[in-house]
């Protein structure tokens, strides 16, 4: 039985008798998929991915209403969030036909230094069936109907679903709605099926017939299971995107101009969404002094004003709790702000302001807190502020704010942050991560378990293709991006090591 | 002490003192070359790579004599090889120089569906020091100045090899050259160090100044490094290139108009170099009857009509002897040929020939016989060729000889081989890689431990990268490729989404 419960009330508002899973025939399903997804090429890709993209705008108010009933997110962000969503789906059918992302190559027969060398052609195909696990944060747009199931489905893997126990109905809708696409494109529905249940997770990971892992989600679970697909007999890709402290800095001159600017565009960022973004910023790093106070001061006032959030779910909204009394028990950690209380009922989050000391950034001050809480920590020199930035792990980003009297320090920063994070964000807020050909969403460890790869923008579908390469392979029995002239349009190839646009 | 070993006679001919070996010194020294890597830029590197190629050439004469004492691979094949390892330096300065590898990526900000974006900036970067460890059968080509040396160091990543014990005094003075080259372009000589000794692998891999490795092995101690890269407190990719049973495939027409023609080339690539390529075909699957009579003849007569060979090292000797008692004491395998004795001394292989029902396949059949050996399994329908092929894992290479009249089977396998092997060899064999833009040299586990990526040819360089994304950076702050307007050449990239050559 898995249970949808409404996070505002605490109450089960419905409840799915699922039966046991069984993974050995969604495996068998999932490879004939696989093979379907793959002869239906890129132009059938496409079009299913933008088929689906159309069933979910048509399914919009009610995949709206049942996400916001089981997320809590709020009708308005839920509705920006279709939108990427179905935007992410129809963008994944536009790299099809750009057709780029094969990596097509061709040398022909010739000599070399080392002899004659034979008719080579390489392009990228699909590994096969795929598990993707939703995110409770984004019941659209990491999850059942997202960039990983969206990639994944454009490079001809099929998707097994784990669904997130915090939106279990949405995933069913989302689900409904990726196959109306499938069904209207003439492909199988077995190109997409989910599992529900938290202890089917480990088995998935493990199962022979998948043969990668998009994951979203904790360090936590995120290691357990990647551990998993590297200790399986033939082990796979994980990609977990999991999460870590983002860090802030902003330079003395950026400070004192336009400190009251950076603070309201800060705390709106860190407080977005209940605090519940992987690129939520969990450590600002400020100038100490008089410098610094006008951004303080506008943290605190925009704190106190805020309330209490509905966040996704009793565990997340407890494990917040848990965390916020951690960082409070700290030494070295004084409370500069907390946020109203709220709703009355329901799992609620309060807005966290903290200051630490420099020298006490250590334990749990050092980890990602999921949820509406920033940790500010002042500098005296630039030294500190690198030292400071050097005590945190990797990240999905790291933002900086100078202005051109802050550009030693800036230069430094810089190159730091493009060490240590997948994106580095100049004059801006990190949370908001754009579908694009030039995203990357990911980051070394822990930010991510793999730091080669995106979970976000047009390269998310290198993680689900490998290279094979055909030798003096005839013409008629190449794939058509490989053979001289393709029949089925042009595509970006590298012929005789020149690029060609195609 | 570390031994050098002539396997022509057993007689140690050189020993080493090797001090105990101190990676935090040396991970600290390849952090700062690695800076210095990066520093340098593409021209920098691409100049680097061009001397270290010519102070490889150079030395010629006595990297492969020392080679050809330490291998007894021959001074014909040795030669050859370093010409390849020349090549291969060289190669990756021309990758540099077309830049193409660092999938730059500009989105200018502009409004979308989902709002305003900011300005997006993407390019790939070094990951920093990475280990590589040499392999026994290619002392140039992929041990210290090979493949993973240069694709590494073209990254801007520097590199701690460790040498293989087979070819201690071969791998000191291929260094010798690598750092004669750095020294040329006025780099570190940081760049590239060695260590020796084998308890110094597993802390090597473990090293938190490590973060990737290239490995070109044997399964047992490529799955054991693996195994310890994933368990590490921050995991890193790991590129084993391992090793399995290439499959060999003969149509029935194929086999009747040419048999004795393939039968010669099968032999040929089999026993190549003592039967010490990952390469090597394993397995032959041929037509039975009158059909693959000729063929099969002529298997038998090359392999009587050949000596046993000098291998790389005792320890291997052992394991081919072994391997080879194995297989002959399997249920339904008989010798078809044996080669004769050859040299009076050293550490001998001897070719064998075998043949084994389609039912008799399993356990020591299906695994690796690194060495000479080669195991013959007839079929009678198209059906039963698939079927023992099934019984395989994935490799680096499957090959298919196939004529018009086999065109209905080769279909088949041509689908099973994409999906189970790195590169499909059609009407050749598959010993012999080369170096170019289109050569894939990789496949699923446990012909590799990463599918994704390829150990030979240009994308080799991907493994040592990950993406960065800049928002809104200022020009000046860039990497120069990602400006508006670089200042040091053209590179191809891709703009408002639309291919760009630069």
Sequence with gaps: MIASIDPSTGATTEVFDVPAEDLDRLGERARAAHRELEGAGRSGRAAM?????????????????????????????????????????????DVLDDGAYLEAAIDHAGSTPMGQRPDLRRILVPLGPVAVFGAANFPFAFSVPGGDTASALAAGCSVIAKVHPAHPATSLLSRDALLAGARAAGLSTDVVSLVYRDETAARLVQHPDITAVGFTGSLRV????????AARPSPIPFYGELGAVNTFVVGRAAARDRGAQIGDGLAASFMLGVGQFCTKPGIAVVPSGAAGSALTQALVDRVAAAGAGIMLSERIADAYADGAESLLAAAGVEVLARGGDGPAEGFRGSPLLLRARPDALEGPLLEECFGPELIVVEYDTDDDA??????????????????????RLATRLLDHAHRTAGRVVWNGYPTGVAVAWAMHHGGPYAATTNALHTSVGASAIRRWLRPVCFQDVPQELLPDELRDVPEHGRTPRRVSGTLDRG
Excluded: C, K, S
Aim: no cysteine; net charge neutral; glycine share 6%.
């Design 49 to 93: 991915l933008r088929a689906m993209a159309a069933a979910v705008e048509e399914r919009r108010t009610a995949l709206v209403a049942v996400a916001d009933r089981e997320t809590g997110l709020g009708r308005q962000r839920l509705n920006a969030e279709l939108t990427r969503t179905a935007y992410q789906l129809e963008f994944f059918a």
């Design 222 to 229: 995120g290691r357990l299971l990647a551990d998993l697909a």
């Design 386 to 407: 690198l030292t400071t930035l050097r005590r945190f792990g990797p990240a999905l980003t790291a933002t900086i704010h100078a202005d051109d009297e802050d550009r």
